[in-house]
Nanobody, 126 residues
Framework: EVQFVESGGGLVQAGGSLRLSCATS????????IGWFRQAPGKGREGVSC????????YYADSVKGRFTISSDNAKNTVYLQMNSLKPDDTAVYHC???????????????????WGQGTLVTVSS
């Protein structure tokens, strides 16, 4: 059974930090790129970041470049998203997902990715 379990969200003040975790199981982790997308109330889905464990390539949306860092622990089949300098615009439910496409197109495919987990809510207050 394929599973994605997101955690680490919460309420934080603007300028603060959070670290999200995405624990996966039920598929071969190294065969896919794993990434994060987010959906804020009343807004479309946005591909935030992606990492490929096979070649180390990453992708960041322009809105998070320089503030967010994605990493993976292949031994634990887990992907992390370190979020610093958070802004109220970062408020959203964050989901992780896997895809066979290259990371550099993550932003384009994010609206079509299957949602497996419940997501984790990040709320940034001003």
């Amino acid at each position: 059974e394929v599973q994605f379990v997101e955690s680490g969200g919460g309420l934080v003040q603007a300028g603060g930090s959070l670290r999200l975790s995405c624990a996966t199981s039920g598929f071969t982790f190294d065969d896919y790129v794993i990434g994060w997308f987010r959906q804020a109330p009343g807004k479309g889905r946005e591909g935030v970041s992606c990492i490929s464990s096979s070649d180390g390539s990453t992708y960041y949306a322009d809105s998070v470049k320089g503030r967010f860092t994605i990493s993976s622990d292949n031994a634990k089949n887990t992907v992390y998203l370190q979020m610093n300098s958070l802004k109220p615009d970062d408020t959203a439910v964050y989901h992780c997902a896997a895809s066979s496409v290259p990371c550099h197109v993550w932003g384009e495919v994010a609206p079509y990715l299957e949602v497996w987990g419940q997501g984790t809510l990040v709320t940034v207050s001003s």
